[in-house]
């Protein structure tokens, strides 16, 4: 099974999100409310993949995005933001991740970036 954590500071967003990959058989380790919530998530966890919103209190995505993968330079980061994907593209720059969603989610959107993951 896929083990997962989320970093979002909007609570229902998370829990939706978090509903949404069990139903995938994925199995959701913990959810942080803020940056640095997910770094000690993803210390504590070394889950398969993280889902990292991009603006977020104490630590926002590319930040915590650069320490996950100072840990882990292997690390499977998807960032996730109601931003213009160009204004995400310019902000993660030299950051390598495994994918964007944009918010509002789009099923067939979260489908392909997970996909690949469970069926590796």
Do not use: T
Not at 13 to 33: M, N, Q, T
Not at 109 to 117: D, F, G, H, N, T
């Amino acid at each position: 099974m896929v083990r997962a954590i989320i970093a979002d500071d909007e609570a229902d967003s998370a829990e939706v999100f978090a509903e949404f990959l069990r139903i995938h058989k994925v199995d959701v380790l913990g959810i942080g409310k803020n940056g640095l919530e997910g770094v000690e998530l993803y210390k504590a966890h070394k889950p398969d993949i993280v889902f990292l919103d991009l603006a977020m209190p104490q630590y926002n995505g590319v930040y915590a995005a650069e320490k996950i993968k100072q840990i882990d330079p292997r690390a499977k980061i998807v960032i996730i933001s109601a931003y213009d994907p160009c204004i995400v593209k310019r902000q993660l720059a030299g950051i390598q991740v495994s994918g964007v969603l944009q918010k509002p989610y789009v099923l067939s959107e979260i489908q392909s970036v997970l996909y690949p993951k469970i069926n590796a």
